[in-house]
């Protein structure tokens, strides 16, 4: 059961142009979510984060949206370099003490020249 | 800034041989957590530690184990290993927070 979805696997966009990845979660009571990137060989790195009491956060060229009734978050990359090609993977929360990480499945992005 | 250390890095290990992986998590972070990631598929949550104790525990075999130190860092123990637990296997940490740090991982492959 996957409770947290990204459908696109794959998503390529021109440099210096808008990446937006999506995300979508059935679980009701996650509260806080997470995003990350992901290059091979090595281990996920948190980019931005959101609570389930705010909407939009904002760092620099990443931005998260949330919309809780849609049950529907999204990571907005503008302008986008090739140094953002990676997999990005969202991450839900319920949050408490040691709270695991419900991981999506991953988009990879590819920024071209 | 220090990051989350692990090792090995590789692994390399026969059926039913066993395996014991280590992590060092950030200093001053009071939890540590593991997940593995299979070929092609999203991390899964393996288990956590608060405080050196056991919090949380997701899809783990009966055949793995872990703990948490005085010095707060961690190992996962996994025995009678099958070529099914071949994967990366990450620890995180976090510090009173959502946000976790992970580590570069360890791969393992089972022969």
């Known amino acids: 059961d996957q409770q947290v979805k990204q459908n696109s696997p794959s998503l390529s966009v021109q440099e210096g142009r808008i990446s937006i990845l999506n995300c979508d979660y059935t679980?009701?009571?996650?509260?806080?979510f997470l995003w990350y990137k992901k290059y091979p060989a090595e281990g996920p790195t948190f980019l931005i984060s959101i609570s389930s009491i705010k909407d939009k956060n904002e760092d620099g060229r990443f931005t998260v949206f949330l919309n809780k009734s849609a049950k529907h978050l999204s990571l907005h990359i503008v302008p986008s370099q090739p140094g953002d090609s990676a997999v990005y993977f969202c991450?839900?929360?319920?949050?408490?003490?040691?709270?695991?990480?419900?991981f999506g499945t991953g988009t990879r992005l590819q920024v071209t020249l | 800034a220090a990051g989350v250390i692990q090792s090995p890095r590789h692994l390399i290990k026969e059926k039913r041989e066993t395996a014991t992986l280590k992590c060092y998590p950030i200093p001053r972070h009071d939890t540590v957590y593991w997940y593995q990631q299979g070929p092609g598929q999203d991390p899964q949550f393996l288990i956590s530690f608060y405080e050196k104790m056991q919090s949380d525990k997701g899809s783990i075999p009966d055949r793995f184990s872990a703990q948490q130190f005085s010095d707060y860092h961690s190992e996962l123990n996994m025995s009678s290993l099958e070529l099914g637990d071949s994967a990366l296997y990450f620890c995180a940490s976090s510090l009173q927070t959502n946000e976790q740090y992970f580590g570069p991982g360890t791969r393992l492959t089972v022969t």
């Open positions: 679980n009701s009571m996650f509260d806080y």
């Open positions: 991450a839900a929360s319920v949050t408490g003490t040691a709270s695991k990480l419900t």
